[in-house]
């Protein structure tokens, strides 16, 4: 069974100070990692795809990098407007294109 | 384009009606998927579907019916609803190039209460 794991639950930032949020993962097979971000009352909004250990994409403030075990998303000097929860999901090989699984998230919070 | 349109927004139903939860995308997109949040849970996938006529089975399909006649539409329907089925709903659509980098568009929910 595929599983995602990601810590922490909550994390309160000041602006300006760079940290990172953790995603663990198993899965038989990795086809994808995926990166969303969800702002209250919204649905979650697409930010990366990581297919292979090593791999790493950016985004503005935001670097998401893979291993074979976990995948980390760097936020740095961020902003107020950074706050929101960042969600992980796995796809695995065998799946068709609609199938993830995904974390709980971790709910970020920018202070000014 | 208007991405994936989800209607109601809200809605509150008694124990034992019966409601229809409207998905619409215009991006052209064969693949689309109901996922529902909870608290303490994350998003778990109802059901889904790869293109028109063709539907298939989540992690947590029990309660919910989906069909798929255009390619636009993904409606979800609750048979019998029940207090545990109270719960935000997500309709999703996938952009699945054949070179990879697939994401998935999402509605902005409906947050359906059973009382």
């Known amino acids: 069974e595929d599983q995602v794991t990601q810590s922490p639950e909550a994390l309160r930032l000041q602006e300006g100070e760079s940290s990172s949020l953790n995603c663990s993962y198993t899965?038989?097979?990795?086809?994808?990692l995926f990166w969303y971000r969800q702002d209250p009352g919204k649905g979650p909004e697409f930010l990366f795809t990581?297919?292979?250990a090593g791999e790493e994409k950016e985004k503005e403030r935001l670097k998401a990098t893979l291993t074979k075990k976990e995948s980390f998303l760097h936020i740095t000097a961020p902003k107020p407007e950074d706050s929101a929860t960042y969600l992980c999901?796995?796809?695995?090989?065998?799946?068709?294109?609609?199938?993830?699984?995904f974390g709980e998230g971790t709910q970020l919070t920018v202070n000014p | 384009n208007a991405g994936v349109t989800q209607t109601p927004k809200f809605q509150v139903l008694k124990t034992g009606q019966s409601m229809t939860l409207q998905c619409a995308q215009d991006?052209?997109?064969?693949?689309m998927s109901w996922y529902r949040q909870d608290p303490g849970m994350g998003l778990r996938l109802i059901h889904y579907?790869?293109?028109?006529?063709?539907?298939d089975q989540g992690e947590v399909p029990n309660g919910y019916n989906v069909s798929r006649s255009t390619t636009e539409d993904f409606p979800l329907r609750l048979l019998s609803a029940a207090p545990s089925q109270t719960s935000v709903y997500f309709c999703?659509?996938?952009?699945?190039?054949?070179?990879?980098?697939?994401?998935?568009?999402f509605g902005s929910g409906t947050q359906l209460s059973v009382l």
């Open positions: 999703a659509s996938t952009w699945w190039p054949k070179l990879g980098g697939e994401k998935l568009f």
């Open positions: 991006m052209n997109h064969e693949y």
């Open positions: 899965v038989s097979g990795l086809r994808g």
């Open positions: 990581l297919y292979s």
């Open positions: 579907s790869v293109g028109a006529g063709i539907t």
């Open positions: 999901a796995v796809q695995a090989q065998e799946t068709s294109g609609s199938r993830l699984t």
